[in-house]
């Protein structure tokens, strides 16, 4: 078919020749306009935020992550991976999505979270599967850096070292310190080799366009409310490690919550994340700062006595 078709008066050379023009025209258009952002892409980021913070406030009163919950204050960010799935029988490989915040040191805030993938393939004699829940604390400018690029292996781009658990643990000078709890026929999680990468598609759903991490993490030129509890669970972590010489009855706390109506869970004296998620509510429904925290002055704000 060609253009001197139409000139020598064949109309049907020359309808074939327009309708060949006008399905180029429709598919250039086409492919022209932007994605449209799919349900999934909005959904399972937030889903991901919310177990993100149910593992923060678990990982802070775990007895065995101490160190984790004193130094989370002064790391440059944290990448929150609440599912990491591990298995196989002599070839194993692990993998699971990340949420990362970025510590702004100025204002002592954290960033809305971008999000990643993390996954690597391993060889050696394994038999089984675990799931862990995983955080890496960055502690470098050059590990915070990395997560500006594309791609990144750890171990070989950064350092990386298993966080100190429990009590007399060595800490181990690295880029990012890695922290697991694990459940599974695994003993530990080695994340040294791990590919770290950006997940565009829930950084786009979960923002309403095309952003990049550097606009989420650095430039902080979007946000999305639903991040925000993830937010707070991080930044409690100060007030959680920093010790007070003012005493207060966490079990009191409890009891006078429930007086009030909100639910922390048994008056137990424990603090876990009912007992956090009722604090928190009850200093946001009265205008107080919202720490999530017990204290003693909270405790005579419910009480109304000392």
Wanted: charged share 20%; net charge neutral; glycine share 10%.
């Amino acid at each position: 078919m060609t253009p001197n078709a139409f000139w020598r008066g064949d109309p049907n050379k020359t309808r074939n020749w327009l309708r060949h023009i006008c399905w180029v025209l429709i598919l250039a258009f086409v492919a022209s306009m932007p994605r449209p952002i799919f349900a999934a892409e909005k959904t399972e980021p937030q889903k991901l935020v919310n177990k993100a913070r149910q593992t923060i406030e678990d990982f802070k009163v775990d007895p065995d992550m101490t160190w984790f919950r004193d130094h989370l204050p002064d790391a440059k960010a944290v990448l929150i991976v609440p599912v990491l799935v591990k298995g196989g029988l002599i070839i194993g490989g692990s993998g699971g999505h990340g949420a990362l915040l970025w510590h702004d040191e100025a204002t002592d805030s954290w960033s809305y979270p971008a999000f990643y993938f993390l996954g690597s393939v391993t060889f050696g004699l394994q038999i089984g599967g675990e799931v862990a829940e995983v955080v890496l604390m960055v502690n470098s400018e050059r590990g915070r850096d990395a997560f500006l690029t594309r791609e990144f292996k750890l171990g070989a781009d950064v350092s990386v070292a298993a966080g100190p658990v429990g009590a007399g643990a060595k800490v181990a000078t690295a880029d990012v310190l890695s922290f697991s709890r694990d459940k599974g026929l695994f003993g530990g999680l080695v994340v040294e080799g791990a590919v770290i990468e950006p997940r565009d598609k829930w950084n786009r759903g979960y923002y309403d366009g095309v952003v990049l991490p550097t606009d989420i993490l650095v430039r902080q030129t979007t946000s999305n409310s639903g991040a925000d509890p993830l937010r707070l669970a991080v930044a409690g972590a100060r007030a959680a490690a920093m010790p007070s010489s003012e005493t207060h009855d966490l079990a009191v706390i409890q009891n006078a919550l429930s007086a009030k109506g909100y639910d922390p869970g048994p008056a137990d004296g424990l603090m876990g994340p009912k007992t956090r998620d009722a604090i928190g509510q009850f200093q946001s429904d009265n205008g107080l700062a919202v720490t999530r925290e017990p204290s003693a002055a909270l405790q005579q704000i419910l009480t109304g006595g000392p």
